[in-house]
């Protein structure tokens, strides 16, 4: 995949936490349009290490002048939000993947109930723009812990239709009472952390709402674990993974051709074919099947690590 | 009466089950003659379903509507007929609430229909359940002059409106409700297959 390189051409303070990064081709040309909750993925060459995230756009789909998206810094992250916090400056440049989406709004949906926890608010911002222009109607709760926090408060609109709520402040959002008695043709989307996803699609499935209408993105960044070695079946070479470093990362670092997108075990790019086993894959991605996972025949580097003697894989 | 075995076809030809008891969601049924006893049958596997659930009985005998009733849905609407039925049926999606399940049984030609004005509704096609029962009968649109013939038999058959002889073709439009009916003769005008009766 080609990876353009775009000039950072602003970084904005939102809150204490998060800052907004604006990409912008060199040359000025526009870029390419996108769809309401479509992702890129950063490329940062941190060291020697090359590091690649994915995030969310935060601005308007229709807009091809620039792209900007919202990071959040997780000081025990894996050290990609860092970087972008701490080493990238005004003027520099990233390559940047052209926008790919695994959270796109359900155009058949009459009503679109949005649900995001902390950070979890970034596809809603380029969303939101896309149900304004399409004139969908839609309804916005935002979870955060405090204000001060509430990074994304910032970029919302100025709406009725958008709702805070504070758990320091002691208004907790209660999802049933968002989706018990919305009318015929609404469906929901969550983004945010793991207990927030499943708290919707309990709730959803309590109230007995279709699993087609229930929408959900997880962005979760690859869990670090024990290190592991994985053996490529072409040519026989052996591949350290690192305690802090995915599979994929260190099967990229090895120069092996994978192909990626979203990072965060959603979807299925880099799915690779296991041809050896001894031991127990790790899987954490939502992609795989109970049985696929049961197999121990697939994995999913992106996400997925590795307990055992010997990992061979098809590669 | 038993289920109707469909025999296998093209992927997008719907097939139908028997309906299965989603609890005391609330619900909207819609049954013709035969497809009342489907309905029976769902109350006597778990009546918790007519707890909330509102009845449209299409063409339906009296007799049928007073054996529904009993069952204890929140209410029966007799209908003479599809035409009769369809206002009653926006109606009540107009005011149904997301978790709404929607159970249909009978012809072909209603559950197509039904389920038509219920996703055009914004039903998902998850919350809609149908179980076919009585004579097999399909509801076809003519790729033609775009008319529809309700309850054919016959393959082939003739456009109600535009009179041109029609094949009775497994391909299903969700969004009409309709098979589709293709001209039979249109390369040798004149030369008609056997008329057979159409196949589940």
Not at chain 1, 34 to 63: C, K, Q, W
Request: with cysteine.
């Amino acid at each position: 995949m080609t990876r353009p390189l775009l000039k950072v051409a602003a970084i904005e303070t939102l809150s204490p936490l998060v800052k907004r990064f604006r990409f912008e081709d060199p040359e000025g040309a526009p870029l390419p349009v996108f769809s309401g909750g479509a992702h890129v993925t950063v490329e940062m060459a941190d060291g020697d290490v090359l590091r690649r995230n994915s995030y969310s756009l935060i601005s308007d789909p229709n807009d091809g002048s620039g792209y900007e998206i919202a990071v959040r810094r997780e000081d025990r992250g894996r050290g990609g939000s860092r970087y972008l916090h701490e080493a990238v400056a005004e003027g520099d440049l990233l390559a940047v993947s052209p926008p790919a989406n695994l959270f796109a709004l359900d155009l058949r949906a009459r009503r679109h109930v949005l649900i995001a926890g902390g950070i979890g608010i970034t596809p809603f911002l380029s969303q939101l723009r896309q149900l304004d222009r399409a004139g969908q109607p839609w309804e916005l709760h935002y979870a955060v812990r405090s204000r001060a926090e509430a990074a994304g408060l910032a970029l919302l609109p100025e709406s009725a239709h958008v709702h805070l709520h504070v758990s320091e402040e002691g208004s907790r959002m209660d999802i049933g009472a968002i989706l018990d008695g919305q009318p015929l043709g609404t469906h929901v989307y969550a983004c945010g952390p793991e207990g927030l996803i499943a708290a919707v699609a309990d709730q959803a499935a309590r109230l007995g709402w279709p699993a087609a209408a229930v929408h959900s993105e997880a962005f979760a960044a690859p869990p670090p674990g024990e290190a592991f070695e994985v053996v490529l079946a072409a040519s026989g070479r052996s591949v350290a993974v690192g305690p802090r470093q995915s599979l994929l990362e260190a099967l990229e670092a090895a120069g092996a051709e994978i192909d990626s997108s979203c990072r965060g075990g959603a979807c299925g790019r880099c799915e690779t074919a296991v041809t050896a086993c001894e031991g127990r894959i790790l899987h954490h991605d939502h992609w795989l099947s109970e049985a696929e996972r049961a197999a121990q025949t697939r994995i999913m580097p992106c996400m997925s690590r590795f307990k055992g003697a010997r990992l061979e894989l098809d590669l | 009466m038993p289920q109707t075995e469909f025999t296998p076809s093209i992927d997008s030809r719907p097939t139908y089950a028997a309906l299965v008891p989603q609890g005391s969601a609330p619900a909207l049924m819609v049954a013709d003659a035969a497809g009342a006893a489907a309905l029976a049958d769902l109350a006597s596997a778990d009546a918790a379903v007519m707890d909330r659930a509102h009845v449209l009985l299409v063409g339906a005998p009296a007799a049928a509507a007073d054996r529904i009733a009993a069952l204890g849905p929140v209410s029966v609407h007799p209908a003479p007929d599809a035409e009769a039925a369809l206002p009653l049926l926006a109606q009540l999606l107009s005011t149904a609430r997301m978790g709404t399940q929607l159970y249909l049984a009978g012809g072909e030609g209603l559950i197509g229909q039904v389920a038509a004005q219920a996703l055009a509704a914004g039903m998902a096609a998850g919350a809609i359940q149908a179980e076919h029962r009585g004579p097999v009968a399909r509801r076809m649109q003519c790729v033609h002059c775009k008319g529809f013939t309700e309850e054919v038999e016959t393959d082939p058959f003739t456009c109600a409106h535009c009179g041109l002889t029609l094949f009775v073709r497994d391909h299903f439009s969700r969004r009409l409700g309709a098979f589709q009916g293709v001209c039979v003769d249109a390369e040798a005008p004149g030369e008609i297959p056997e008329t057979r009766e159409i196949r589940p």
